[in-house]
């Protein structure tokens, strides 16, 4: 048997299978940033996952500046979450809520005309998603030190609502340039106090949230992710080994559950590596599971699971096409292409209407 088809403990939580769902921005919720119905029967469908990380989900209005993405930071939220937490429970799965402040890349457009935050005053490269359509970035500036603990009580207080609404667990998003990433890497963070300067400075507050959210949520129930080998929305950094060193071992010294290291190679399709992936380097700076994400296809996944790099792997735009992925892999049924147009528009075209190959099969 494929290792990919084996349970795996993560922390708190028995997965079934090593088949894990990424988490993946879809824009199907309100302009308000309420999860819909639709959410639902979406997730619903991908239950078979081995874990299903959700989509990015804003802790705070000023964390979050994506078009018809969601939060968590008021009741209405909670409860629009609850429906789609309950719903991937009856189906039998289960599903952690990945917490986002995406600094920089907020657009003033979401803030009132305010600029975004971030580590320094510096500038995302290219353009933001907007509710009016693509416009470049603007000037953050950077957060006061007395401001941190805001950041912190957001953290915590989207960690509390996440367990509130049900989820299994959550996850700090902590990659992809957003504000934490922007934290950790030097291209980004020219702060010099103690937030920055120094490794063990610009990993502080990825340590400061990581306690935070285990504070509420349970280091069991807890996983980061982290994106190591280059640029990712402008965000990188000179000496990354050492740095996701020190990361990696601040977040197994709190006992988090599970860590997930988004690293596209240099040959990807979607992102691209400035190195090849940096996991095997990494791997026993960190003691517990290792997830594993970006580019996979089946043959590659099972190779690295069988090498001992990883111990399962998040599958992105494969679950999107294949709602029911595990049970494709374990029969080794063809796997149906995603629409890279339809990621992010508000329908269900693209969103619910790929086929079940189980429910296929029961039918013919």
Same mark, same amino acid.
């Given at each position: 048997?494929?290792?990919?088809?084996?349970?795996?403990?993560?922390?708190?939580?028995?997965?079934?299978?090593?088949?894990?769902? @990424?988490?993946?921005?879809?824009?199907?919720?309100?302009?308000?940033?309420?999860?819909?119905?639709?959410?639902?029967?979406?997730?619903?469908?991908?239950?078979?996952?081995?874990?299903?990380?959700?989509?990015?989900?804003?802790?705070?209005?000023?964390?979050?500046?994506?078009?018809?993405?969601?939060?968590?930071?008021?009741?209405?939220?909670?409860?629009?979450?609850?429906?789609?937490?309950?719903?991937?429970?009856?189906?039998?799965?289960?599903?952690? @809520?990945?917490?986002?402040?995406?600094?920089?890349?907020?657009?003033?457009?979401?803030?009132?005309?305010?600029?975004?935050?971030?580590?320094?005053?510096?500038?995302?490269?290219?353009?933001?998603?907007?509710?009016?359509?693509?416009?470049?970035?603007?000037?953050?500036?950077?957060?006061?030190?007395?401001?941190?603990?805001?950041?912190?009580?957001?953290?915590?207080?989207?960690?509390?609502?996440?367990?509130?609404?049900?989820?299994?667990?959550?996850?700090?998003?902590?990659?992809?340039?957003?504000?934490?990433?922007?934290?950790?890497?030097?291209?980004?963070?020219?702060?010099?106090?103690?937030?920055?300067?120094?490794?063990?400075?610009?990993?502080?507050?990825?340590?400061?949230?990581?306690?935070?959210?285990?504070?509420?949520?349970?280091?069991?129930?807890?996983?980061?992710?982290?994106?190591?080998?280059?640029?990712?929305?402008?965000?990188?950094?000179?000496?990354?080994?050492?740095?996701?060193?020190?990361?990696?071992?601040?977040?197994?010294?709190?006992?988090?559950?599970?860590?997930?290291?988004?690293?596209?190679?240099?040959?990807?399709?979607?992102?691209?590596?400035?190195?090849?992936?940096?996991?095997?380097?990494?791997?026993?700076?960190?003691?517990?599971?290792?997830?594993?994400?970006?580019?996979?296809?089946?043959?590659?996944?099972?190779?690295?699971?069988?090498?001992?790099?990883?111990?399962?792997?998040?599958?992105?735009?494969?679950?999107?096409?294949?709602?029911?992925?595990?049970?494709?892999?374990?029969?080794?049924?063809?796997?149906?292409?995603?629409?890279?147009?339809?990621?992010?528009?508000?329908?269900?075209?693209?969103?619910?209407?790929?086929?079940?190959?189980?429910?296929?099969?029961?039918?013919?």
């Amino acid at each position: 048997m494929s290792k990919l088809l084996e349970p795996i403990q993560l922390g708190a939580i028995r997965a079934p299978n090593r088949i894990l769902m @990424a988490p993946m921005t879809r824009a199907r919720g309100t302009r308000n940033h309420v999860p819909t119905s639709m959410m639902a029967d979406y997730y619903a469908q991908r239950a078979s996952a081995g874990l299903i990380i959700s989509e990015a989900i804003g802790i705070t209005r000023q964390g979050l500046g994506w078009p018809y993405a969601t939060g968590l930071w008021m009741g209405e939220q909670v409860a629009g979450w609850r429906r789609i937490t309950d719903r991937v429970h009856l189906a039998g799965g289960r599903i952690i @809520a990945q917490l986002w402040h995406m600094g920089r890349n907020v657009h003033p457009s979401f803030l009132g005309g305010q600029p975004p935050v971030s580590a320094s005053a510096t500038v995302a490269p290219s353009e933001a998603h907007t509710c009016h359509g693509k416009r470049p970035y603007e000037m953050a500036r950077a957060l006061h030190i007395d401001e941190i603990p805001e950041i912190l009580m957001g953290f915590r207080n989207a960690a509390r609502n996440a367990m509130l609404a049900g989820f299994d667990g959550v996850q700090i998003h902590a990659a992809n340039g957003y504000l934490i990433d922007q934290f950790l890497r030097d291209s980004s963070n020219l702060r010099d106090d103690r937030y920055g300067g120094s490794i063990m400075n610009r990993v502080r507050l990825l340590r400061e949230v990581t306690q935070a959210v285990t504070d509420v949520a349970g280091a069991d129930r807890t996983g980061v992710r982290l994106s190591p080998n280059g640029l990712t929305q402008g965000v990188r950094d000179s000496d990354p080994l050492p740095l996701f060193c020190a990361a990696l071992e601040t977040l197994s010294a709190i006992g988090i559950a599970h860590l997930e290291l988004r690293e596209p190679p240099p040959d990807g399709s979607f992102g691209v590596g400035e190195t090849w992936p940096l996991a095997a380097q990494l791997r026993n700076a960190f003691h517990g599971p290792l997830l594993l994400n970006s580019d996979f296809g089946i043959a590659r996944a099972q190779q690295e699971l069988a090498d001992g790099v990883g111990d399962a792997v998040t599958f992105g735009r494969l679950f999107i096409a294949n709602p029911d992925l595990p049970h494709r892999i374990e029969r080794g049924l063809p796997l149906a292409p995603d629409d890279r147009e339809t990621w992010f528009t508000q329908g269900a075209e693209g969103y619910l209407d790929y086929p079940d190959a189980a429910k296929t099969q029961r039918i013919n």
